[in-house]
């Protein structure tokens, strides 16, 4: 495996506490910098093939909950903070009919579209997204722990779990920090399956699944959310 230094203008935004101030900014840079390479929405440390390798750790696990997703009658689902559409392009493969996916980052986005052509990628904050249909399925994957602001994540989960339909199911991967230590980096804040909970509370936790990848060797924790009360959507 064969590591990258983190390059000069990143190490120094972050050193400067740019990224509080203006984390769109950075991921704008970031993806226009990186482009199509997995570097941009996955592990700057990491050359292209070890990031190819966590990211299919990472679908080989994903493909399964959505795949009983479709079973089960899903057929709309939202990419939220899709990157570069890496999974919104193998979503799109496995049944779905209408396959929608947002980034705050326009670079990112176009560089979604192309990857999946048969979705519909926009460019828009998770704190903003709307719709006017329901999704069945609402997926997160290795974004919000990106949301160093509380107050900020908390919107974030409640406007993603408000765009679920009343059986759909919100699926959320992230990185936990079980036991309150200190967090490994200014940019990244993990947080607890409770501090989810409490946030979620009309929600349960129907499945979880927690596993390493093997590059970065990361935890990762994979959750599925279903709605236990009433919503506004059939």
């Avoid at 990031?51 to 080989?60: E, F, G, P, T, V």
């Avoid at 904050?125 to 719709?131: A, K, V």
């Avoid at 908390?154 to 079980?178: F, H, K, P, T």
């Avoid at 989810?196 to 499945?207: D, F």
Wanted: hydrophobic residues 40%; glycine residues 6%.
């Amino acid at each position: 495996m064969r590591t990258w230094a983190i390059g000069d203008f990143m190490q120094s935004w972050r050193q400067a506490g740019g990224y509080y101030r203006d984390p769109n900014s950075y991921w704008e840079a970031r993806h226009d910098e990186h482009r199509d390479s997995l570097q941009g929405p996955g592990c700057i440390r990491l050359d292209e093939e070890a990031n190819r390798d966590d990211y299919q750790a990472k679908w080989d696990r994903l493909r399964l909950v959505l795949e009983r997703e479709v079973q089960d009658g899903a057929r709309r689902i939202l990419d939220a903070g899709c990157g570069t559409g890496w999974f919104t392009r193998r979503v799109a493969k496995l049944g779905f009919v209408e396959v929608d996916a947002v980034d705050f980052s326009t670079t990112a986005a176009e560089i979604a579209q192309r990857n999946a052509p048969t979705s519909r990628v926009r460019v828009g904050e998770l704190t903003e997204i709307t719709s006017a249909q329901p999704y069945d399925v609402v997926m997160c994957i290795d974004v919000l722990f990106h949301v160093v602001d509380d107050a900020t994540w908390a919107r974030s989960v409640n406007n993603l779990a408000a765009l679920a339909s009343r059986r759909g199911a919100l699926v959320i991967q992230d990185s936990y920090n079980e036991t309150g230590s200190q967090q490994p980096a200014d940019h990244v804040r993990f947080r607890s399956l409770p501090t989810y909970q409490r946030e979620l509370r009309e929600w349960r936790l129907e499945a979880y699944n927690t596993y390493v990848l093997p590059n970065e060797v990361i935890r990762k924790d994979l959750m599925v959310f279903r709605r236990a009360a009433p919503t506004k959507f059939a």
